[in-house]
């Protein structure tokens, strides 16, 4: 698909009619493992899956034109293409990664440096001295995740990427929460894009699935080597379903995002949330870089619940939102990120990063606005009462 097009033309066209045997308008699933040589001196296209595969690499071609990317490489799970950027940095090596990055990110690069592969630091580069007394160390490969997960800060990715860059780092944008239709991170000065396509590029949490995007032709050869060296890449009929989840990506998002832009303006207004994270808020401190860099606020947002609210009980009240890990599909979830999400991080580094036990990270999705809106504030007032009942009883008791 030639770069020309538009992005959302790119999502809709991408791998339409370009079956070789019957020009079908959906791309046929090759599920073969192997596919046999002409001649055995004559290496086909596509020699055998773990290498490569017709449909992963439709999917392929289709991100990394959505990103601007020269190559990609489609893996198993995101955590797969997250540890894959690893196989870039010797032994030995610092990786400077958000302190308050997926809790997933954070087990991986804390279990890789307690085995000695890598040395790892993790600040808030929301704070630029902070941030620039780790690349004052020399950091081999430099993370950033924007938005963050689950507060939503916003690092401003042009000045992160173009500092790290400068100090000799590769620069790696974790784009999953917005997705290449609200984010392009290699255009703001990164060397590779991750994404976890389990989210919002697949959309419709039926697959796990991640990408690696790479803006250089050689980085990009690279991380295929690696990727079919330790295969981590995905599997065919993996990469079919993403591929046909993604042709509606920007209609989702489009919905999705408007659908939490009032979810958040609703909850902001409650006196028993005492705030809200949505980049989208006008009081929010990333607000003005996320309207630079970002073309959209996505639909993810958290809210602290006061005293007054005891948190799983509004949780276990919700009817609509499904309490659930994972994010970006059709469908709206809720997770408390302390037991769940983060669950991974030693509740020191969980507080260091501001993830408090009340803080709830919802996933907005496709429903009415309206019916979001009245299964939360039901699930908040049934909660708060549960508090108040008890207020009652230990003081009569
Ligand atoms: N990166 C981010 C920002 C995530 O939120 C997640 C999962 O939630 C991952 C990476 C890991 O992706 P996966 O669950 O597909 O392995």
């Not at 079908?24 to 596509?46: C, H, I, N, Q, V």
């Not at 997933?104 to 440096?113: C, K, P, V």
């Not at 499904?322 to 599909?329: F, I, N, P, Q, Y």
Request: charged residues 20%.
């Amino acid at each position: 698909m030639t770069r020309s097009y538009h992005p959302e033309t790119l999502t809709a066209a991408a791998g339409v009619a370009t079956d070789p045997a019957f020009r079908s308008a959906a791309p046929p699933l090759y599920l073969s493992a192997t596919y046999g040589w002409r001649d055995p001196e004559e290496k086909p296209a596509f020699d055998y899956s773990r290498s490569g595969n017709p449909t992963r690499a439709e999917l392929e071609r289709a991100l990394a034109d959505l990103e601007g990317a020269a190559r990609g490489v489609i893996t198993a799970t995101g955590m797969a293409a997250v540890d894959l950027t690893l196989a870039l940095v010797n032994p030995g090596d610092l990786v400077v990664a958000p302190h308050d990055c997926y809790g997933g990110t954070f087990r991986l690069l804390t279990a890789r440096a307690r085995r000695g592969q890598i040395k790892v630091l993790f600040v808030n580069q929301t704070e630029p001295e902070e941030f620039a007394a780790a690349l004052a160390q020399g950091p081999k490969l430099v993370l950033i995740e924007t938005p963050s997960n689950p507060l939503l800060r916003i690092t401003d990715i042009r000045a992160c990427a173009a500092a790290a860059r400068k100090a000799g780092a590769i620069v790696v944008a974790d784009n999953t929460f917005l997705s290449p239709a609200l984010q392009n991170p290699l255009a703001l000065g990164c060397d590779i894009v991750v994404h976890s396509t389990t989210k919002f590029i697949n959309g419709h949490s039926d697959v796990v699935g991640g990408a690696v995007l790479a803006r250089d032709e050689a980085l990009g050869d690279e991380l295929a080597w690696w990727a079919n060296c330790t295969g981590v890449t995905g599997a065919p009929f993996d990469s079919y379903l993403t591929l046909r989840g993604l042709r509606t990506l920007f209609p989702r998002i489009a919905r999705q995002q408007e659908n939490a832009g009032l979810v958040a303006a609703a909850l902001a207004a409650d006196q028993r949330v005492s705030r809200v994270y949505f980049p989208g808020l006008a009081d929010h401190p990333g607000h003005d870089i996320a309207r630079r860099q970002q073309k959209g606020f996505g639909s993810m947002l958290s809210v602290e619940l006061t005293e007054d609210v005891d948190v799983l009980e509004a949780l276990r009240g919700m009817r609509l939102f499904t309490v659930a890990e994972s994010l970006g599909g059709f469908e709206s979830l809720a997770c408390v990120p302390a037991t769940m999400t983060h669950a991974g991080m030693t509740p020191e580094a969980r507080a260091a990063a501001g993830i408090s036990d009340r803080l709830v990270r919802l996933s907005i999705g496709l429903e009415h606005p309206s019916d979001l809106i009245d299964d939360l504030f039901g699930a908040i007032d049934r909660a708060a009462i549960a508090v108040r009942r008890e207020g009652r009883r230990r003081a009569a008791g």
